[in-house]
């Protein structure tokens, strides 16, 4: 089983439609969580930390269920600009302290 | 710019021939990290540096892959004898020492073995 899982999609949405992608992670040791985003040919970049209670950027809203382990990422009022591949990434505290990333979920949005 | 660059950005080699790839993380990081991405695929940990100290390799990185990181400043990669399956974008990342904080990546390596 992989480390973190994610649906790869793609996910193909209309302009101004919400979307929720999740993740799910297998060691319970894991103890910071993140989503990224790549555009194509790309380097991933920070789009937020996810924490316990929850956290909103925007229209963007990250939600962390521990007992699960799952993670999720909700886009509101999706925009053209929103294309691009979501990963979810997680840190495992005595795991090395690296970053694991899932495969990336692929988000298209369209007019 | 102040922030991770990676040199080449591209490089074609021959099978059977070394390459080495150089990251410059940002100047205040003291962690350094290397991941390889192939297509649809997320970025794969390959190993990472506090400092000049390596502190985890994958177990899934031949032996035919090393990495220093000297001063622990700029780390290099160098892969040897390569082959067609070594074909991918290798990344570097730098952060700060905390779980919490984010890694910054640079724009990457994509190597083609031909």
């Known amino acids: 089983r992989k480390e973190v899982e994610q649906d790869p999609g793609p996910f193909n949405v209309p302009e101004g439609a919400t979307v929720a992608f999740n993740c799910t992670y297998s060691?319970?040791?894991?103890?910071?969580f993140f989503w990224y985003r790549q555009d194509c040919r790309k380097e991933p970049k920070l789009l937020m930390s996810?924490?316990?209670s929850g956290n909103e950027d925007g229209r963007f809203t990250a939600q962390l269920n521990r007992a699960s382990q799952y993670i999720s990422l909700l886009i509101r009022d999706s925009k053209l600009s929103d294309s691009a591949t979501y990963l979810c990434v997680v840190n495992i505290k005595g795991g090395g302290n690296k970053l694991t990333f899932g495969t990336g979920t692929q988000l298209k949005v369209e007019l | 710019d102040t922030g991770v660059s990676q040199d080449p950005r591209h490089k074609i080699t021959k099978r059977g021939q070394n390459v080495t790839f150089r990251c410059d993380p940002i100047s205040e990081h003291n962690r350094l990290y290397w991941y390889r991405q192939t297509l649809g695929q997320g970025p794969e940990f390959l190993t990472y540096f506090q400092n000049e100290a390596q502190l985890e390799k994958s177990r899934l990185l031949s032996d035919r892959f090393s990495a220093e990181r000297p001063k622990g400043s700029f780390s290099t990669l160098e892969i040897q004898r390569t082959e067609q399956g070594d074909s991918a974008m290798y990344l570097c990342?730098?952060?700060?020492?905390?779980?919490?904080?984010?890694?910054?990546f640079g724009q990457g390596t994509r190597l083609t073995v031909v």
């Open positions: 990342a730098s952060s700060l020492e905390s779980l919490n904080t984010e890694a910054f």
């Open positions: 060691n319970s040791a894991s103890q910071s």
């Open positions: 996810v924490y316990s």
